[in-house]
Structures are given as structure tokens and as C-alpha cells.
């Protein structure tokens, strides 16, 4: 049984970090697009 808690917890702890990793990864995403966008000038990179 208390092994089985540790599993839950770590199941959990895995999705909040699989989570926040995504969401940072947009973010760079975003964030990348847009400095290529102002370095291209707009012309479409």
C-alpha cells in the first residue's frame, strides 16, 4: 500500500512536470518565432 502512494504521488509530480515543460516549450516557441520575425524584417524569414 505504501508503495502503491508513492507511485500515485510520482504519477502526479510527473504530470505537473510534463505540464509546466509544455508550457514552456510554447513559450520558447513563441518567443523564438517572434525574434525571427522582427530579424527577418517581416519578410516571412
Known sequence: ??????DDLRGISGHIFCKITVQRY?????VF???????GGGSGA
Not at 500500500?1 to 508513492?6: E, G, H, K, S, T
Not at 510554447?26 to 513563441?30: E, G, K
Request: proline share 0%; net charge positive.
Open 1 to 6: 500500500m505504501f508503495y502503491r502512494r508513492i
Open 33 to 39: 518565432g517572434y525574434a525571427l520575425a522582427l530579424r
Open 26 to 30: 510554447r513559450t520558447l516557441n513563441a
